[in-house]
């Protein structure tokens, strides 16, 4: 089993800037995916931004240029992934979901969600 606790979430205005942490622990394996997901009331659970444990990342193109992940797997039993949210836009406003994925064939494992709201 692995745990997922997230943290950072909360009420900004347009323009301003959050960082989320989530912090993995349990049943790691060396080479995972983290990433971050994000729902909206009413819309499909959509990705935002992974990384893996080499280090590549990807992004949705409506993060790019504005969003950052990185990770910090220093720990041998915890691995954090973080995103910097930098430009927020109202259309940023949703639950904030962390995952990882145990590779080859893990299983996947999901945070409880952190709430980002951008005022306008």
């Known amino acids: 089993q692995v745990q997922l606790v997230e943290s950072g979430g909360g009420l900004v205005q347009a323009g301003g800037s959050l960082r989320l942490s989530c912090r993995a622990s349990g049943s790691i394996f060396s080479s995972n995916a983290m990433g971050w997901y994000r729902q909206a009331p009413g819309n499909q659970r959509e990705l935002v931004a992974t990384i893996f444990s080499a280090g590549i990342t990807n992004y949705a193109d409506s993060v790019k240029d504005r969003f950052t992940i990185s990770r910090d797997n220093t720990k041998n039993t915890e691995n954090t992934v973080y995103l910097q949210m930098n430009s927020l836009k109202p259309e940023d406003t949703a639950v904030y979901y962390c995952?990882?994925?145990?590779?080859?064939?893990?299983?996947?494992?999901w945070g409880q969600g952190t709430q980002v709201t951008v005022s306008s």
């Open positions: 995952k990882l994925q145990n590779l080859p064939r893990g299983n996947a494992y």
